[in-house]
T-cell receptor, first 115, second 114 residues
């Protein structure tokens, strides 16, 4: 079955440090890939998306992600984390074999930022 | 900025009550979705509506009944719920139903079943 895996349930980084959140998708037709962020008490906000073309995509709030087909990965990065980045991050994918636009979500990674 | 508004934000109900969750989108989208978010589990898609027609029901128990009277509004009618139904219920919308359509989410309704 198609799936999205986020290996890290919880990550803590110091403010100003760099960040990388991992995401792996199950092998198959190239999926459409998304990263969402959820702050406490709020819904999900789209950070960025990858459909095709340049494998390094830029998003909002200074985030970027790189699609690597050979590793079935779509990791999210930020060069310098701010305290306001503390939130839960979800990687999601829709696959080419489906026409429903059904998003398959990973379990999420909770980011804690130390002062 | 939230183009998708959900009410109420919090709801506590007994197992024998009947209540409804409401979602309204102001984005001119044609597809709407209900998701369930439980602790330590991935988001679960419950229902998909496209142009006011239900196009997907992911084996959701009949105690959850969706309604989409027009493309801007989506309801989730609840009755005889179980304690395991306590969760955050998220509504989302997209321009159309499709693989490359980003979904815009509301802030959710936190539901607690006593």
């Amino acid at each position: 079955a198609q799936s999205v895996t986020q290996p890290d349930i919880h990550i803590t980084v110091s403010e100003g440090a760099s960040l990388e959140l991992r995401c792996n998708y199950s092998y198959g037709a190239t999926p459409y890939l998304f990263w969402y962020v959820q702050s406490p008490g709020q819904g999900l906000q789209l950070l960025l998306k990858y459909f095709s073309g340049d494998t390094l995509v830029q998003g909002i709030k200074g985030f970027e992600a790189e699609f690597k087909r050979s590793q079935s990965s779509f990791n999210l990065r930020k060069p310098s984390v701010h305290w306001s980045d503390a939130a839960e991050y979800f990687c999601a994918a829709t696959y080419g074999s489906s026409n429903t636009g059904k998003l398959i979500f990973g379990q999420g990674t909770t980011l804690q930022v130390k002062p | 900025e939230t183009g998708v508004t959900q009410t109420p934000r919090h709801l506590v109900m007994g197992m024998t009550n009947k209540k409804s969750l409401k979602c309204e989108q102001h984005l001119g989208h044609n597809a709407m979705y209900w998701y369930k978010q439980s602790a330590k589990k991935p988001l679960e898609l419950m229902f998909v509506y496209s142009l006011e027609e239900r196009v997907e029901n992911n084996s959701v128990p009949s105690r959850f009944s969706p309604e989409c009277p027009n493309s801007s509004h989506l309801f989730l009618h609840l009755h005889t719920l179980q304690p395991e139904d306590s969760a955050l219920y998220l509504c989302a919308s997209s321009q159309v139903r499709g693989l490359n359509q980003p979904q815009h989410f509301g802030d959710g309704t936190r539901l607690s079943i006593l």
